[in-house]
């Protein structure tokens, strides 16, 4: 079992930066990916961005390239969403997940965070 806690959501104008944590607990493995994804009002939920524990290696979705940032503290367990430029298309629930994979183009995790709101507004 792993239990994730979510932090760092709010409301904040576009153009703006917000940064998102997530406190990790629980049977984690170095070579599982963790990270986030989202879910806007009337859309399924979408993966934003992985980072794989033992090697910060990352990936993310195309709208988010050169904007998000994933980072990872290993002694606290915790990573990291560094969200730059949002959008207002950005507006989300952020949902933390754990290990994050990817089969055949769809993108999948075991467990979840129980989300956090970004709004982004003009």
């Known amino acids: 079992q792993v239990q994730l806690v979510e932090s760092g959501g709010g409301l904040v104008q576009a153009g703006d930066s917000l940064r998102l944590s997530c406190a990790a607990s629980g049977r984690i493995f170095s070579s599982d990916y963790m990270g986030w994804f989202r879910q806007a009002p009337g859309n399924e939920r979408e993966f934003v961005a992985r980072?794989?524990?033992?090697?910060?290696?990352?990936d993310y979705t195309d709208p988010v390239k050169g904007r998000f940032t994933a980072s990872r503290d290993n002694a606290k367990n915790t990573v990291y969403l560094q969200m730059n430029s949002l959008k207002l298309e950005d507006t989300a629930v952020y949902y933390c997940a754990i290990p994050i994979s990817n089969y055949d183009g769809a993108w999948t995790a075991e467990y979840w965070g129980q989300g956090t709101q970004v709004t982004v507004s003009s």
């Open positions: 980072i794989k524990w033992s090697t910060g290696s990352t």
